[in-house]
Every structure is written in C-alpha cells, then in structure tokens.
C-alpha cells in the first residue's frame, strides 16, 4: 500500500484546507484509516480516525468540531476538512492505512500545513 498525501499550504487564522490521502497497491486490505499531525520539536499526534466503511470517527478534543475526516473507498482516498484554522494547527499532517492483509501500518510522506496569524 502507498499513500500519497495533498493540499497542504499555508493559510491565514480562520481559514480553510482540505488535504486528500490517495491509496495505491493492496487498497482492498485497507480497513481503519487515520490523520496524525507533527509540530516541530513535538510528538506526532493523531488527530482523526474514520473506520473502513466511513460511519465511524473519532477526533482528537484540540480539533473536534473543526476538522471533519471522510473517504471515498470508491476513489481510494481518504479526506481532511480543515476550518476555522489557528496558528497552533500548523504542522506536518500525515495520513496512516491499516492493512488487515499483513497487520501493518502504512504511512504517506507527510503534506505541510502553516496558518499565520
């Protein structure tokens, strides 16, 4: 499995960004899917999950009611919607895939997000 993040940048506080996490490969065996964030000189911390189907999410408590995750399993990607954005959002977010095929985590490369102030 190879996943590709995008749609990083930077915005202004209260702005906008969706970010996309495109599935190649063993897409078939993906089930859980999930966003995790990395600060500079901090933890990289989960942000979202969404379970294989889409109905089920759960969102860490900094970005609940701001961020929405989804996926379109048809399309292979998964998604991030991004509003209301604050400076302590600023991070590079990455996309994980669980593969229940080999019982491993897949990781994308990271896509770079910045919100000034």
């Known amino acids: 499995v190879q996943l590709v993040e995008s749609g990083g940048g930077l915005v202004q506080a209260g702005g906008s960004l969706r970010l996309s996490c495109a599935a190649s490969?063993?897409?078939?065996?993906?089930?859980?899917m999930a966003w995790y964030r990395q600060a500079p000189g901090k933890q990289r911390e989960l942000v979202a999950t969404?379970?294989?189907?889409?109905?089920?999410?759960t969102y860490a408590s900094s970005v609940k009611g701001r961020f929405t995750i989804s996926r379109d399993n048809a399309k292979n990607t998964m998604y991030l919607q991004m509003n209301s954005l604050k400076p302590e959002d600023t991070a590079v977010y990455y996309c994980?895939?669980?593969?229940?095929?080999?019982?491993?985590?897949?990781w994308g490369q990271g896509t770079q997000v910045a919100v000034s102030s």
């Open positions: 490969g063993r897409t078939f065996s993906i089930s859980g």
């Open positions: 994980k895939a669980h593969s229940v095929l080999v019982g491993r985590d897949y």
């Open positions: 969404i379970g294989s189907g889409g109905g089920t999410t």
